[in-house]
């Protein structure tokens, strides 16, 4: 079959991939240019012009890249916007009229197979394709709505309500969307479950996030017996409590198991200062500072949504994964051959000291986890199995 031409509408620029979200859609870019697809992307970009000329320069290998100059709206004019228009605020704060424009201009500038509207965020930019007739898919990271309802427990009840409120006008602006896209892609099983109940017989496909088998690790391995490292974000409220909850109430009970057990916590900020056994790290200009050779990787009670890219990263780089049952579910692993599961304070302790003490199971789970990624998130098959789908969406359009 002849290559597609296919333009991405993106709500931020994938290069530096300085997170989750961004390193999705840069593997995938890369997948689908070594499959021989022809890929233009649109945009936005805040930053200096000298760093959109090395973000130019990293993606034109790939793509023809239009970095659009656009920032976000500030949160209280995307309120105010939200309020007036009667959509959720962060569908608001992306609304971007210049990106409306660059992408009515690249459609103009030559024929495209398919429109990929990556995340939620980005559908309100592509009215050009569909006057054009051109099929939509959106590929969805998360189903929004859940993660603003989860974030609303994590909120003080000043805001807590503002937040539920949110998230029930995302829900309604994600029924909005499976309705009006030709087809969407959730990179999980459970999401694309969720989002089919959300419009039962929408199109809704599962294609999980592209990632390499192997990587390296880290170079210096850090103190602790073992060494657990895991990845935080200070300023997100969930990432925070969820990392507090470890620090504070599951890992005494680890030491006490496993006196000479350190917990590393790269990005959780200075509320992990004086606890016994954790030490706290900057966050990592380089991921590979934080998959050290030697260590334990940790992925604390997450948020119920999207797939945890420190988990591939961690399986790609040769460390053993510890995870809740939740996200081995969601990572579609298996408790002792791909990863360790645990819940609770108890079950962290029994599934360090597996790791620590019995023979085999370290290596079982690290070659386990390499396996899974070469099965599951290998890019060249992810990068088909997209290509089916939007040859799949052309035909049904």
């Known amino acids: 079959m002849p290559p597609l031409r296919i333009l991405v509408v993106a709500t931020k620029p994938p290069w530096p991939a300085v997170d989750g979200g961004r390193l999705v859609l840069l593997n995938t ?85 398919v429109v990929h509207a990556e995340q939620l965020h980005a559908l309100s930019q592509i009215d050009a394709a569909r006057q054009r007739g051109i099929p939509v898919v959106h590929r969805a990271h998360n189903v929004e709505s859940l993660l603003w309802d989860f974030t609303a427990h994590h909120r003080g009840p000043a805001t807590r309500s503002l937040v539920a409120f949110e998230a029930r006008r995302m829900s309604s602006w994600e029924v909005r969307a499976l ?129 945890p890219m420190k988990a591939l990263e961690a399986w790609a780089r040769g460390l053993p994964l510890l995870v809740d049952r939740h996200t081995s579910e969601i990572l579609d692993a298996e408790n002792g051959v791909d990863v360790v599961v645990a819940d609770d304070a108890p079950g962290y302790s029994a599934a360090l000291a597996r790791l620590v003490e019995e023979d085999g199971l370290w290596e079982k789970v690290v070659t386990g986890g390499r396996q899974a990624l070469a099965e599951r998130h290998d890019p060249a098959g992810v990068a088909e199995h997209l290509e089916r789908v939007y040859r799949w969406t052309i035909s049904a359009r």
């Open 179 to 307: 309705e009006e896209a030709d087809c969407t892609v959730a990179l999980t099983e459970f999401d694309r479950r969720t989002l089919s109940e959300l419009v039962p017989g929408a199109a809704v496909h599962t294609v999980r996030a592209p990632f390499t088998a192997e990587l390296p690790a880290g170079g210096d391995p850090l103190d602790g017996e073992p060494a657990v490292v895991t990845l935080a974000n200070a300023s997100w409220a969930p990432s925070r409590d969820a990392v507090e909850h470890l620090a504070n109430e599951i890992w005494p009970a680890v030491r006490r198991r496993l006196p000479g057990a350190t917990l590393n916590v790269f990005g959780g900020g200075h509320h992990l200062d004086g606890l016994e056994g954790v030490v706290g790290h900057p966050p990592p200009g380089d991921s590979r500072t934080a998959f050290p050779r030697g260590a334990v990787a940790l992925v604390p009670e997450r948020h119920p949504t999207g797939v």
């Open 29 to 113: 870019l890369q997948a689908l240019a070594a499959a021989g697809h022809h890929i233009e992307l649109v945009a936005p970009f805040s930053g200096t012009d000298d760093d959109r000329r090395k973000s130019v320069a990293a993606l034109v290998e790939i793509c023809t890249p239009h970095l659009i100059a656009a920032e976000p709206r500030s949160a209280l004019v995307s309120a105010v916007i939200g309020l007036r228009r009667g959509i959720p605020v962060t569908i608001a704060r992306h609304a971007s009229p210049r990106m409306a424009q660059a992408v009515a201009k690249v459609l103009s500038s030559g024929d495209f197979d």
